[in-house]
């Protein structure tokens, strides 16, 4: 009994000892990622949710039968005390007149949209996402190539079903967009395990790139979920900005916020109409203006329906029964302005044409490049290469696009006379000795008046510049003055002794003014790099004169 008891004291001992050792060890303040304390479930959060679901009862009791109590009682995330959401929701509060504007878009549509928010079992605040997305706008355009009130990028449109081509983009349609963007968040909540903070990521920023923020969190031992992630400024207040909005029409009243009178019954309803019709006849037959009429069906890109359909409208449901009398009663061949029709066929085939004269001009360069190509590496192997010719060229533009020259060509292609018809391949002589030095008329005096200085000067002689502006006498100066210059006049050496005749040369060296000196630098920049050597093997001979 009594050596139990003393264990029993030790054991007591030891572990007091290890707690104490264990505090010791635990830091002071909590653990956070970017100085944000952890949400602390506290009696007082407990008291202010209990007084935002009453808030939000309150609300809905306001606007008995309308969608606005529908959609409150769909409501399902849960609250968030985030200073992220507040600064959103100030934004929204100092801007009562967006928040009616939006009203005002979103009318014809929350019904719909409700719908298809029950119909995938989703939290109701979904159903605002297009006030983030595009303002309730249908035919929203973004930078990103995102369109509708959605914004779908063309990829993730044709995933969900949207078709798009140059008649109808389902991205814009009403109907078949928000069927799309509720089974696309319906598919990310199941992805994210409920967690619709980070579903809604992705649906702005891209599933991938969500998970690759995780992992880096993982990695670094800091917390996975939406607030603690390292994420670019728009993702970063693209949830915000939702449950922002979402609060704000839960606490209308509280807030001060006026919501518009919008019944909870269908406004729209989906008339098939079978085949092509013009949207311009169709809002006549609704009996609406046309632009009214495209905000109901904007995904429509020309002045009618398309051939392939889909073959239906999306009509008010008031103006339903008539449209679908008027239109039972018009005519078949008034359905579609036949004129129009045909004139739009008739762009459609320019712009093909256009399109394929591109496609058949770049396979043309595809093909050339790939030639010149081969004909460089043939010329580095010896083998002559092939040239087809095309319409309008002569023999000069082949031997310069080819470098080589005309007599080269001819040379090389017996049976080939001066003309050569288009078609006709020509054979391009390869190792080259000679290659054409294509110099501008800018470049040419400078090329032409360097040429002769280095041909002469290397081997002690002096150019016509060189030798005018000599500031020593021409007796006196000690390089060998032997000038050798395509001038027809005699050289004189340092050793002649006739004064007079020097002084009368040295005066009649052409100038850089010269008539004469234009031409030999012409001549001279014209040459081919053989007439050059050619040009130094005669200097040297005039050398031992």
Known sequence: MYVNSNRS???LLVSISLIVAGCAETPKAPISYNDRSP???SQKNKQEQTLRKSNRLKTAEAHKNTVWERLLSLY???DVDNERVDRQLNWYLDHPAYIARVQQRAEPYLHLILDEIEANNIPGELALLPVVESAFIPDAYSKADASGLWQFIPDTGKLYGLEQNSWYDGRRDILDSTQAATAFLKDLGETFNGDWNLAL??????KGNIWKAMEKNENLN???DYWSLDLPRETADYVPRLLAIAKLIANADEYGIHLNHIPNKPYLEVVNIDSPLDLQKAAELANMPLDKFMKLNPGFNRASTSPDGPHRLLVPVDKADSFKTSLARLPIYERVDQTQFFREQEERARREEERLARAEQQREDREERVAVAQSRQKDTLGIPSKYKVKAGETLTAIAARNNTTV????KANPSTGK???SGVVLKIPSNKKEEPIQWTAKVAKNKANTAVQVASTKKGYLTPAALANSKKPLENNKTPLKVALATGKKPITSKTTDKKAASSLASNLPTAKSQNYRKASMVVATATKADIAKST???????KV
């Open 222 to 224: 800091l917390p996975t």
């Open 9 to 11: 004291v030790n054991f």
């Open 39 to 41: 949400v602390i479930v």
């Open 419 to 421: 003309e050569v018809r």
């Open 76 to 78: 399902a995330l849960p």
């Open 201 to 206: 990521a992705s649906y702005n920023y891209g």
């Open 407 to 410: 007599v080269a060509l001819l």
């Open 537 to 543: 093997r005669t200097v040297k001979k005039l050398k």
